[in-house]
């Protein structure tokens, strides 16, 4: 998919449930998360790239505040395609085990991040 637009939701997941990743986008291209509240208890943005689907890219977030009891950011769960080109700005993280986590499990590079 390309030039998606996420603004203003609200996401809020149940804390007893450990995989509940707020967005997951996967393959996109030119996709914005902007003025958004995310409360998860696992990642609350995971971009992903598969081989079937393509590479993940231009991905701008903005305004965001994210409440995570595992990564408030998170590359990797499943990249086996590119992820590249995103920028993060005036993102609020707290109550969270990191702040960004990049962990390399497939065959794609992650860079530019």
Not at 7 to 21: M, S
Not at 67 to 80: L, N, P, Y
Not at 85 to 95: A, H, K, L, R
Request: net charge negative; charged share 20%.
């Amino acid at each position: 998919s390309e030039d998606i637009l996420i603004n203003g939701v609200t996401i809020i997941g149940d804390q007893r449930f450990p995989n509940n990743d707020g967005i997951e986008p996967d393959s996109c291209t030119r996709l914005t998360i902007k003025k958004s509240y995310i409360d998860v208890a696992d990642d609350g943005i995971s971009p992903i790239s598969t081989k079937e689907n393509g590479p993940m890219s231009g991905l701008h977030v903005l305004n965001v505040t994210i409440r995570s009891k595992s990564h408030a950011i998170k590359f990797g769960s499943t990249c086996d395609a590119v992820c590249k080109d995103s920028v993060f700005e005036n993102i609020t993280i707290w109550d969270s085990n990191s702040g960004l986590s990049i962990q390399q499990r497939g065959q794609g590079d992650i860079y530019n991040i």
